[in-house]
């Protein structure tokens, strides 16, 4: 504030402090079917919604896969390529330690990254055996004095069948809805999201297997 006649003057300053917030989210849930002694694989996202790394230094997060019936057992992947498929180039992690969002180990605020779970079945289940394998991933140690976010867990539901009919769904964002996608469709949804206005394209590939 300052006055025009006599000069005179003064000023306040207003400090603001911006809390840690502490946020991770795994989705989604899924089900999908199997033959006997085959294996199927179902990807979920992890992100960091918070404002802070997580992952990294006094924070960690480990993962962890268990399947609810006998015989069945799964390994968890990362998709390093980012192709939404599991292949050689993904490694078997065991926490967020093991995986680099793209700006260093962990995931930064804002990053996501695509984790891989493969089921098997066993050689000998039975028809309409099934299976429900639950992913875990658990946040520890505190940041900023801010404890580690509750654990969070998705369910993929696995059937056993006598055929086998693969479905696949895949998506990609068309921002000009001209029926071109504007990057290769991908089993997780657009990397950078689609805004209002904008289509999303699907395929769906039927595979006998």
């Known amino acids: 504030a300052l006055s025009p006649n006599s000069g005179a003057g003064d ?3 207003d400090a603001v402090t911006v809390n840690t917030v502490r946020a991770l989210s795994l989705t989604p849930n899924h089900s999908g079917q199997v033959q006997a002694g085959g294996s199927v694989v ?4 992890l992100g960091n919604n918070g404002n802070v790394r ?4 006094a924070s960690q997060t480990a993962f962890t896969v268990a399947t609810s019936s006998d015989g069945f057992t799964a390994a968890l992947y990362w998709d390093k390529n980012r192709d939404g498929a599991l292949d050689a180039a993904d490694p078997p992690v065991t926490g967020l330690a093991d995986i680099d969002g793209g700006s ?3 995931l930064a605020p804002g990053e ?8 098997y079945a066993p050689s000998g289940a039975p028809p309409g055996a099934g299976d429900k394998t639950t992913l875990t991933a658990t946040a520890s140690g505190a ?5 580690a976010p509750a654990a969070l867990t ?3 539901n696995t059937t056993v069948i006598a055929g086998q009919l693969r479905l696949v769904k895949e998506q990609a ?6 029926g071109t996608p504007d990057a290769a469709y991908a089993a997780t949804s657009p990397a950078d999201g689609v805004a209002p206005g904008s289509c999303v394209r699907y395929r769906i590939t039927a595979t006998n297997a």
């Not at 996501?112 to 089921?119: Q, R």
């Not at 940041?143 to 404890?147: E, K």
């Open 143 to 147: 940041i900023d004095g801010v404890a």
């Open 112 to 119: 996501t990254a695509t984790l891989l779970v493969k089921v």
């Open 173 to 178: 964002g068309d921002a000009a809805c001209d």
């Open 54 to 57: 997580e992952g990294a230094g």
């Open 154 to 156: 998705v369910d993929d």
């Open 42 to 45: 179902y990807a979920h996202r």
């Open 104 to 106: 260093g180990s962990g």
């Open 11 to 13: 000023r306040i300053h």
